[in-house]
Every structure is written in structure tokens, then in C-alpha cells.
């Protein structure tokens, strides 16, 4: 984990930005893949106005300090405090998904070969004015918020330079099964110890969780291929459920495995599978990014 002392230079308000702007509210599960909990729509179009004018409206960190990742390391983290953000293992892929409230890594194209091969940890350190600021924003606006100095550090760090674009893509719709849905609704004990969903090794658990919520982890999945996955379940509210289904990593299931893959076990176990389509999906088109210098 990188270390609380920041020695990084601060980062500067002069620099050009893209005028992207699409977050998502993140929650952090076991294994490290993203949740994106809530969708936003950028309120600018990438090309209502220039870099520059969009570099003086987003917020900005104190400080950040980014160090290469070690090669051995599995884990893929985000922990955040009220005045500072701590990233573990992220590619520059995972970055981008993350400061634009992406859905899946199929939304990101283009950019440089090392894109999805070199990992990062970043220690980026919120200013007092700007802690303040978010003190009187409720959880959402927040999120939205920090995710808006994430945007500014690719740009300022990574050099990133990308634009908003629409193409039509393969897709997963989750929908539910003729016989039904087989999912527990949350009681209000459990919705009072907060929102979780957490993957090992095939093995879902999750409490609280909305539908919404469940189809973007399912993005993350090998399985879907990194498409985005939409929710078409009709289904309102929050569900607790367990899913179990044998890991395919490109190759076919072994005969004699105890259980199915996940396709299978989604309408078997919860009632719900997932459909092929193609859709008008956002996207974030990457023009050319740099390597960052480490501290």
C-alpha cells in the first residue's frame, strides 16, 4: 500500500482536459472489481466547449503520488477517506471506466498498447477548501465529485487525451425467466448494515443489492466478454442471493465439474439469464495517453 506521505507535486490548474464528463458512484467488494451503483449523464457533450474551458471547471486533488504496482499482486482496490483516495492495481483501463462511470471495459477504445498490461497505485490527497465543499454535498454528488479528480489526474498525469463517442455494440440484457425470478427481497435489518457484493473463485454473495447493481458486476465477469450488461428485469428494489458456477477462463468445463457455468446457473439458481443483443452504447474513444512519471 503506498505510504500516507504525499511528495508529489501539486497538481496544476493550467493544464487541458477533455470534456467527457460521466461518473458513477463506486463501491468497493471483496474481490476488488468496481460496482458502479449509479449511472450519470455527462453534462457537457464532448464538444460544447474546449479543454480548456472545461479544465477551470473540474476539481482537482492537493497532491497525488502514483507508483507501478507489484507485478505479483492480485488484489485490485479502491478505499477512499474524506481527504484522500487510495487505488491499488488499476490499469489505466480500469482507470478511465472509473472516473467516467463506465459500465464495462468495451466502452473504452482505442489507446496505447499498454493499456491493459501495466498496473497502478495512486495516493491522491483532497485540499481542505475542497473538503469543506464536499462536506455540504450528500453521498451521490460526492462520488461524482472525487470521480471528477480522477478525471483531471488522467489528464494532467497519464496526458490523456480522449472524447465521448457513441457505437453500436454487442450487449447482455439480464432479463428474468418465464417461471420467474428466485431472489430473496433485502428485510430492513439487512438493509441497514449497508450494500455488498463480493466474487471468490465462482462464489456471489450479495446483500442488498439492486438489479441495477448486479448487472454491472456481471460485466466484470469473464464470462460476458467485457460487455456491457443492461438490466431488463423489471425487478425494483434490493435482493440478497448467492450464485455458484464453475470459472471459465476461455476453455470449455471440465466433464465431470460439479457445477455449470455461469449462463446456466444464473436461470437455475436465481431465475434470471442473460440475452445477446446490440445497442447504441457511450463510449469514451482514447486519442493518446503517456506513462506517468512515479514518484
Do not use: C
Request: glycine letters at 6%.
Amino acid at each position: 500500500m503506498l505510504q500516507d506521505k504525499l511528495t508529489a507535486a501539486p497538481i496544476h490548474k493550467t493544464l487541458a482536459r477533455h470534456t467527457a464528463r460521466r461518473w458513477g458512484f463506486l463501491v468497493q467488494v471483496a474481490t476488488g472489481p468496481l460496482l458502479l451503483a449509479g449511472i450519470f449523464l455527462p453534462r457537457l457533450s464532448a464538444q460544447a466547449q474546449s479543454s480548456k474551458e472545461a479544465a477551470e471547471q473540474l476539481p482537482r486533488f492537493e497532491v497525488a503520488a502514483i507508483k507501478p504496482s507489484k507485478q505479483d499482486n492480485q488484489n485490485h482496490n479502491w478505499s477512499g477517506s474524506t481527504d484522500r483516495i487510495l487505488i491499488e492495481n488499476y490499469t489505466l483501463r480500469r482507470l478511465i471506466r472509473s472516473a467516467y462511470g463506465l459500465k464495462s471495459d468495451s466502452q473504452i477504445l482505442g489507446g496505447p498498447d499498454w493499456l491493459d498490461k501495466q498496473s497502478f497505485d495512486i495516493n491522491a490527497k483532497i485540499d481542505d477548501a475542497e473538503i469543506a465543499k464536499m462536506a455540504k454535498m450528500d453521498r451521490v454528488a460526492k462520488q461524482r465529485e472525487r470521480n471528477e479528480m480522477l478525471q483531471s489526474l488522467l489528464v494532467e498525469r497519464f496526458m490523456l487525451k480522449a472524447h465521448l463517442d457513441h457505437k453500436t455494440l454487442p450487449v447482455y440484457a439480464l432479463v428474468v425467466v418465464k417461471s420467474g425470478a428466485r431472489l430473496t427481497p433485502t428485510s430492513p435489518a439487512t438493509a441497514a448494515k449497508g450494500h455488498n457484493i463480493s466474487t471468490n473463485n465462482g462464489r456471489m454473495t450479495a446483500s442488498a443489492i439492486s438489479m441495477d447493481s448486479f448487472a454491472d458486476d456481471l460485466a466484470y465477469q469473464s464470462e460476458t466478454g467485457g460487455r456491457m450488461v443492461l438490466n431488463r428485469t423489471g425487478l425494483t428494489g434490493d435482493y440478497d442471493f448467492k450464485l455458484d458456477w464453475a470459472e471459465d477462463n476461455g476453455e470449455s468445463l471440465p466433464a465431470d465439474s460439479a457445477l455449470t457455468g455461469l449462463f446456466t446457473a444464473l436461470q437455475e439458481q436465481l431465475g434470471l439469464k442473460l440475452e445477446s443483443e446490440k445497442g447504441s452504447v457511450q463510449v469514451v474513444i482514447v486519442e493518446s495517453a503517456a506513462k506517468p512519471a512515479f514518484d
